[in-house]
């Protein structure tokens, strides 16, 4: 078996039923090992280091760790079978992957190239493409975490992921982790910068380099020369198949709006001349990814680490050392500490926001249609009037540029507000960081631009369990329960539960605004227009998810479908269900909403019809 090695003395010998047969790898948190079950299968088992266990913030990463791999598709990593962070020692089982990684196999047999490298570009986009649309950072995509089983390709180890709903600073905050060679140049500069999955972009195109070369894009004497060829110098990609060139140059860009998304390097990657040597192993998975993606609802690629996903601010490339490398630690896996206080930009203006622009994927998929002129509203958003007990975690905010919310392809600030645009159906904008919970109000006001188009907005949403939906159409407005695909690839379903007939005034008229309030109270969601109580609905799923808003396409995909948004606010219940990694409350390294408690309570509902 590839890599596994004897265990070592004062080892122990069996774990929570699991008998201990090998050592695969130990990092700067864990030890992996090789683990038979009780029914004779292998498998892989990993527990955090004994000099840690005293430590909660090791333990509260440990326990980020096994949610987030939970929550990424198989087809692209080890699948989770057991796991209990809360047994001593906490431990996570997963498939035994039986191949060897991508450093052993360089190490050993030399560079790739040709099938194999075009292969592995394609595997590790797809992998990429399926973890950051289960809302996931991994931050430490490097080819020991690559691993080459049977023709296939496989991303582990999500040890210093981060999730899209984390509001924790697992790292103190002037330092940051994973492994020098391929963390992006936004890790290395000022702790303001937002970590978005446009870093795992960089990291693949750095593997890739050593794939075909072996060696890496920025290589230097030392860790800390590194990090400053990387902040400042371009890569050196001699050596790289010329027709993987541009697009490795690309992800390798220093700003990270350069570069492409995951799904948009996986779709370049498959549509780079013919597949037909690439094998069905790498294939299968990459379909199911882009079905994924393209999928109604599979947008939660856009995980963000403290903050929005894509900002508007595009800053400078030129990059000074002011004060030096002072410190660079490695850690035992490889990882290292890198004080973020000694590297700062030399453009005083770094900080002001310009007018996003559209990505080329954006440009190429959407044929824009005349949009008629929207301002932002001077007009305040009414104040929302929350149950007692709730918490503002978003006050009332115009929508003109990232804050709460995060951009992508199909969401878009502009000075007229947050406006969501599509042709394929449904686009999903996320709110950032994405928060875990099950009871929430929201206020928010919309504005519908094109006909045959509906808002909504989703709560208790996750793209395991799915959740519901709120359609606001010019002609209707109804809840919808919505249903993730029984397999990987296929299309998610929607089934109306019940509808609000509309009381003269509250129609949604084009290019018309209207106020609209949602409260989402254990087994019922209440709704207001313009002020106007609708009454309320049943809901028969308790579930925790997610908040978001975006658009419903009822036409025809002939032209661009809009919707704007331009005021929101967010109340959350007092009983927040998250997980082990989430925070009750955003962290301070991101704009910091204000909580505060609610006093008030919501207008009556109206009666709760049966659907």
């Not at 130990?26 to 030890?31: A, P």
């Not at 090789?34 to 004994?50: C, M, N, P, W």
């Not at 579930?543 to 809009?562: E, H, N, P, R």
Request: with cysteine.
């Amino acid at each position: 078996m590839s890599g596994v090695q004897a265990l070592r003395p004062g080892d122990v010998v069996e774990i929570a039923g699991y008998k201990l047969l090998g050592r695969l790898g130990q990092g700067g948190m864990g030890t992996v090992y090789l683990a038979e079950s009780s029914t004779g299968q292998q498998v892989a088992l990993k527990v955090i280091q004994d000099h840690l266990l005293d430590k909660p913030e090791f333990r509260t990463r440990f326990s980020g760790e096994v949610e987030r791999a939970k929550n990424v598709p198989p087809f692209c990593t080890a699948e989770v079978i057991d796991a209990d962070p809360e047994h001593e020692p906490p431990y996570l089982v997963v498939e035994y992957v039986d191949g060897p990684t991508l450093a052993e196999i360089v190490r050993e047999s030399g560079p790739l190239s040709g099938a194999a490298l075009h292969s592995l570009g394609i595997g590790m986009a797809t992998a990429l493409t399926a973890i950051h649309n289960s809302g996931v950072i991994h931050r430490d995509l490097k080819p020991a975490n690559v691993l080459l089983p049977r023709g296939g390709v496989k991303v582990i180890d999500f040890g210093l992921a981060r999730g899209s709903a984390d509001g924790t600073q697992l790292t103190q905050t002037d330092q940051v982790m994973g492994t020098i060679p391929y963390i992006a140049p936004e890790r290395l500069g000022p702790m303001d910068r937002v970590v978005t999955p446009a870093a795992d972009v960089f990291a693949w195109g750095a593997v890739m380099v050593y794939a075909a070369t072996g060696r890496t894009p920025f290589g230097g004497d030392t860790p800390a020369a590194t990090a400053v060829r990387i902040m400042t110098e371009e890569p050196d990609l001699d050596g790289v198949a010329s027709a993987l060139r541009d697009i490795v140059a690309q992800t390798l860009q220093k700003d990270p709006a350069s570069r492409p998304t995951a799904r948009e390097l996986l779709d370049r990657l498959v549509s780079l001349g013919a597949t037909s040597h690439v094998s069905k192993e790498v294939l299968r998975p990459a379909a199911a990814a882009q079905a994924m993606e393209s999928s109604s609802l599979g947008l939660l690629d856009d995980g963000g680490d403290t903050g929005p996903m894509v900002r508007s601010t595009r800053r400078r490339r030129s990059m000074v050392l002011i004060a030096g490398l002072a410190t660079v630690a490695l850690l035992a896996a490889g990882g290292v500490f890198v004080s973020s206080y000694l590297l700062k930009k030399t453009n005083a203006n770094a900080n002001t926001p310009t007018t996003p622009t559209a990505s080329p994927s954006y440009v190429a998929s959407v044929t824009e249609s005349p949009t008629p002129a929207v301002t932002a509203s001077t007009d305040p958003l009414p104040q929302l009037k929350a149950p007692i007990g709730w918490y503002e975690i978003i006050p009332p905010a115009t929508l003109t540029a990232p804050q709460y919310w995060q951009e992508s392809a199909a969401c878009k600030f502009s000075p007229a507000g947050y406006t969501a645009t599509t042709t394929s159906g449904v686009a999903q904008c996320q709110i950032s960081p994405p928060r875990n919970t099950r009871d929430v109000a929201i206020g928010v006001r919309l504005n519908l631009l094109t006909p045959k188009t509906c808002a909504a907005l989703w709560f208790r949403f996750s793209q395991k369990t799915g959740g519901y939906a709120i359609r606001l159409c010019s002609d209707s407005v109804a809840l919808y329960d919505y249903r993730p695909p029984v397999k990987a690839g296929g299309k998610w379903t929607s089934v109306k539960v019940d509808d609000w007939p509309q009381p003269a005034g509250t129609s949604l008229a084009l290019n018309t605004p209207i106020n609209v309030e949602m409260i989402v109270e254990a087994d019922r969601v209440s709704l207001s227009l313009n002020g106007r109580p609708q009454g309320a609905r049943p809901l028969s799923r308790m579930d925790s998810g997610t908040v978001a808003m975006g658009i419903y396409q009822l036409g025809t995909a002939k032209s661009a479908y809009s919707v704007i948004f331009t005021d929101f606010t967010l109340w959350e219940g007092p009983t927040v269900a998250t997980s082990p990694s989430q925070s009750a409350s955003p962290t301070t390294s991101s704009p910091s909403p204000k909580v505060s408690k609610s006093t008030s309570r919501s207008p009556t509902a109206g009666p709760t019809v049966s659907p």
